[in-house]
T-cell receptor, first 110, second 117 residues
Framework: DQQVKQNSPSLSVQEGRISILNCDYT??????FLWYKKYPAEGPTFLIS?????DKNEDGRFTVFLNKSAKHLSLHIVPSQPGDSAVYFC?????????FGTGTSLTVIP | NAGVTQTPKFQVLKTGQSMTLQCAQD?????MSWYRQDPGMGLRLIHY???????DQGEVPNGYNVSRSTTEDFPLRLLSAAPSQTSVYFC????????????????FGAGSRLTVL
């Protein structure tokens, strides 16, 4: 059973607007969460992470929010740029393994 | 610094054939792993290793073998390929498997696309 879920397979956003990608998880033992970005024909690359002791982490245009009570995290990209068009994977760790979501394909329209 | 190198990038096999996907890293990472990516399934862990001589199964290990004789290399073997193994395979590594700090994230290779006819 999928422990990390990304329910939106795709998202389209206008350039300059905010992109919000969502992720839900089921395992309360997860204590670290990450977002990876993947371009076609390349491997995923690390984007941003958050520990379970925090509820927000920022890195430039990227912010990750964690709501532990709802077992939900989100990635905000502001402002969105055409180069952000990629597949975004949410991942969670229990300290031993990473569990990945199914990915959300983001298209930023110029 | 090459990072994680996977070979081959593309491979076509017939059902029943065997092959090995190669993975090498030059970052002195202890932890190495293999994932497969399938449409609608995300990235699923096949096998992983926390150091030379130590391997363990992930979520979808059936049909695959691994070994870890050196820190640098972690090959994935398909002994008798099946069409269900058609996928994109990613090797990934990190310093350790203590995945609860910002310093310890997975670094992925570029992937190997395998088609089994």
């Amino acid at each position: 059973d999928q422990q990390v879920k990304q329910n939106s397979p795709s998202l389209s956003v206008q350039e300059g607007r905010i992109s919000i990608l969502n992720c839900d998880y089921t395992n309360s033992m997860f204590d670290y969460f990450l977002w990876y970005k993947k371009y076609p024909a390349e491997g995923p690359t690390f984007l941003i992470s958050i520990s379970s002791i925090k509820d927000k982490n920022e890195d430039g245009r990227f912010t990750v929010f964690l709501n532990k009570s709802a077992k939900h995290l989100s990635l905000h990209i502001v402002p969105s740029q055409p180069g952000d068009s990629a597949v975004y994977f949410c991942a969670a760790s229990d300290g031993n393994q990473f569990y990945f979501g199914t990915g959300t394909s983001l298209t930023v329209i110029p | 610094n090459a990072g994680v190198t996977q070979t081959p990038k593309f491979q076509v096999l017939k059902t029943g054939q065997s092959m090995t996907l190669q993975c090498a890293q030059d970052m002195n990472h202890e932890y190495m792993s293999w994932y497969r990516q399938d449409p609608g399934m995300g990235l699923r862990l096949i096998h992983y290793s926390v150091g030379a001589g130590i391997t363990d199964q992930g979520e979808v290990p059936n049909g695959y073998n691994v070994s870890r004789s050196t820190t640098e290399d972690f090959p994935l073997r398909l002994l008798s390929a099946a069409p269900s193994q058609t996928s994109v395979y990613f090797c990934a590594s990190s310093y350790s498997n203590g995945f609860n700090s910002g310093a310890n994230v997975l670094t992925f290779g570029a992937g190997s696309r395998l088609t089994v006819l």
